[in-house]
């Protein structure tokens, strides 16, 4: 048997997966039901059920959500601790790209983070209303979250079956330096036009937000999220580690960089959550001021926190790695 | 303040449909005190609490203070009953683990009252309904008569322009009975709208000026 | 906080209501006490086996005939100090010396000229011990050892049978230090030649020879070369043990979660069966809420918080009581459980907690927890309110 099934919190992570599967499951259930038979202005008794049964719904969304939020830090420090018995592997980054399963992981569960808090979020507005105007769209957001919790969970067993503990993987200097010449960036672009990208695509996703022109500001709010993914592993990375060749999104999780990582990521991912859902909520009807506020402040927050890494470094040493 | 057109309500059981409130067509303005009679079984406390949100119709029209409440989400229709109804239940509903005042501060609550504020309310409900003196008591440790008086001080508490009461003195005595009766008189003085559903014949001696809906078989007679 | 009337009603119905709680606090504060028992007791050996592990050397070379660990020259030492990339060359002797069918003991010979092992030595000894230590025949023995030796009479020195057939007097300079008691309970340290001498080796003969790499990016280059040093070399490092370890204690942990697994499976039939035949009582007071306005919202909320306090509570009180049990009653049965009995071996658990397995339990006991009691809950909260009328 593969010896990661006993590892404790390898274990521990797959189960409760498993139990959040089971309410995934239930949810989907209900929700397939609103859409068939949902009719507010039905008396019936069927509708009434369904309307207790939104309740469980949202019950059932928020645990998901905050579960599934800390389940994703659980994941990510489990796989670093993985390291150790990875031959080559020194990080998570090592562990995670031990197969082709590790990196889609993560991201589905970005992406069913978001979903869920797009869901609670249009949830408390159509709560607010009198009529649900917004129902069949959060159930919409539902199933498209259970089916990506579904997604999850096939690549999580995938991934942890595929992991051979005997054969070496490679670690975060070699997947993400550039070794062998080739540039890592994409669209051809070099560190200093990726820098002039990163700013400008700030600039202009904080304008277009200020100005709520939404097809703008969602290209804007995806482009940057790519350029930022960049910036930070080629550029502002390396003044975190003060090392010009450790290029690494992980390592800064760690306790040796005081988890700056989590307010990095999570303040970008958030702004960038924020943003989207600004777009999609004002598609449907509600301006979400707040959201729009959030995802400027996350943002901002963002740029200011990879700035001051480089600010810091330069004038503690008078040069630039 | 109280409108209600086509009110049926039914319960379907066995593919069989047990018609309990048929037709049901009346209004009821602001600062009435109207009295709803009937035999046991005729369909009063259905009524009741249809027009306290707390059960919906089959069909038909309810609207208080201009609000059509049969259809209405939970959390309006919760917020409509903390802020618009107050309610005094047959057997009082004080809930027993608690002492006289929290049960008072209970709708309060709903209603996101800051705790100071709440507890200064709850106080003036307790004095107002003569029961100040046991505020710190419990339910199971109250006479009948107190216990009503505990949970008139909690259907005011809020202050509320509708009151409903289901056989508020069947569980009384007829001394704590006529003190009731005197308590809604004040109550009605003070502008407020009340309903009571009751077959209890102590009230056919009321001197103020009411109104009388009669039930039957769930109809209006 | 203090002016909020809702925090307010939760505290008080949460006291009020203590008595309800109780089996269900009891039952989880019961799982947690075990889960987190064994995963701080395991913990703790790794810890120890780790911190021991740090002071073992990057690379050790050996001679291997047929699988067999074998004597080697110790002429190839110089040549391994030339490799470019290498420190602290060290010259090992040691083996098992068995005492009789039942008890063996570890004899480690130490090289005083080595500086290495005069600092590690230092450690254990004051000078004047330093000085009687080298100028007579004595050892220093470990607790296991020494108690042996008491059984057997020979409370002041013990007379060692050599391969040669000569018999050996040793005296016993002191006892070592319990704390690190894992290892060297069994343990015998001598001078290098003494050694050689009962473990019979020749006197240009030595076990094996340890050497630091400081670059770890060279280890790999490092060892190939050894490798082509002489026939029949061996060549393991340290990383290789750790992952060994690693694997050893993911094997016993997970087996022991495995079977925690089951229980907290059973710690969620037991929540959802309790909280499914929530009172009558507990249904009426939350159709007397709804009737004075309370919404479903505001009742899956007090609900909510009410969870939460119990999962926070009982997973502190759990924490608590494992870590009286593991580290000041030193985990009675359980160590037996996970040491094997050997009562030969007695360990000091150094109190040590690893926040991830902290998180690890923490994370278990919360999804089986808020899972198990979801739908229960929700059924309680949103109890018809016209149920309050009858
Ligand atoms: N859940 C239910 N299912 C089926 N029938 C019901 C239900 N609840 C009430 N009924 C029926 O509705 C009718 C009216 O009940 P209701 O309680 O309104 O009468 P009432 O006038 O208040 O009587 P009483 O004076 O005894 O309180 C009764 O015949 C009762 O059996
Ligand atoms: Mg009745």
Redesign the pocket.
Known sequence: MNPLFLNNQVIVYLFSEAALLALTILLFAKIVKFLWFWDFRSYSNRQLKLEKEAYLAMTIATLLFTLKSVLLIFFVHTIDKLSLIIPGAMCAAGVISANSYGMDLLFIKLTVIFTLLLFLIANSYDLQAKTYPLFRFKSWVLIIASGLIFIEFFLDISYFTHIDTSTPVSCCSALFGNLEGANPLPFGLDITKLLLLFYMLYLGTIIALTLETKTITLLTLLLFGVIAYYGVVYFFGTYIYELPTHKCPFCMLQREYYYVGYLLWGSLFFGLFFGVIWVIMSQVGYNITKAKWASMLLLTLFVALCSLYVAIYYSKNGVLL | MVVVEQLNRW?T?DKKR?Q??KDISFHVKRGDFVLLR????????????ILAGLEKPSSGKVLIDGEPIAKLPDIHLSHFRAKKVGIIF?HFNLIDSLSLQDNVLVPLVALKIGLQEAKAMAERALKSANIAHKSEAYPTKLSGGEKQRGAIARAIVADPPLLLC??PTANLDRANSLLFIDALHKLHQEGKTIIV?T?DPIFDAIDFPHTIID?KD?QIV | MLNNSFFYFFTLSLFKNRKRYFAIVTISTLVIFLLSSVLFLSDSIKYSINSQLELEPDLIVQKRLGGRVVPLDESIVDTIAEIYGVSQVTKRVYGRYYFDKEYSALIFGVDFLDEQSSKALAKLLNREDLKRFLSSESMLVGEGVFNYFKSHFYPKAYNFLTPSGKIKSVKILKVLDRRSNLFSNNLIILPQELAKEILGLKSNEISDIALNVPNPDEAANIQRKLEGLFLNAFISGKREMQKEYENLFNYKGGLFLALYLIVVMTLSLILYQRYSLANSLEKREVAILRSLGWSIKDLLGLKALENIMLVLFSFTLGLFLGYLYVFILKAPLLSELFLGKNLQTQIEFLPHIDYLSLATIFILYATTFLSAVLIPVWRVATTEPKEA??
Do not use: F, R
């Open positions: 319960y059981i047990h309990i409130l009937g035999v046991s079984g005729s369909g009063k406390t259905t009524l009741l609490s047959q289901d056989e559903a077959h039930l769930g | 009328l009858s």
